[in-house]
Nanobody, 122 residues
Framework: QLQLVESGGGLVQPGGSLRLSCAAS????????IGWFRQAPGKEREGVLC????????YCAGSVKGRFTISRDSAKNTMYLQKNSLKPGDTANYYC???????????????WGQGGQVTISS
């Protein structure tokens, strides 16, 4: 069974940092493109935040570029999203996902984590 399990969410003060983890089981993450998405309270899921191809190339949306970094550890079969300089507007439920395609389209991601709530508040 293919599964992605997220961890690392929580409450952070504005300006703080947080790292989300997403462990894969049932498949080898290094062969897939990976991505992070988010859904703010009362809103639809946003487009991609950051994605990383199996060759190591990455892309992050303008709203988080320079603050968020996507990475993966093949030995641990785990992907990460390092988030710095967090703002209240970053409050959302964050989702990891994996796809055969290196794409910004949510619909092309077949495997999704369960989501992890991140709240930015003082």
């Amino acid at each position: 069974q293919l599964q992605l399990v997220e961890s690392g969410g929580g409450l952070v003060q504005p300006g703080g940092s947080l790292r989300l983890s997403c462990a894969a089981s049932g498949f080898t993450l290094e062969h897939y493109a990976i991505g992070w998405f988010r859904q703010a309270p009362g809103k639809e899921r946003e487009g991609v935040l950051c994605i990383s191809n199996s060759d190591g190339s990455t892309y992050c949306a303008g709203s988080v570029k320079g603050r968020f970094t996507i990475s993966r550890d093949s030995a641990k079969n785990t992907m990460y999203l390092q988030k710095n300089s967090l703002k209240p507007g970053d409050t959302a439920n964050y989702y990891c996902a994996a796809s055969w395609l290196f794409t910004v389209l949510n619909s092309e991601y077949e495997n999704w984590g369960q989501g992890g709530q991140v709240t930015i508040s003082s």
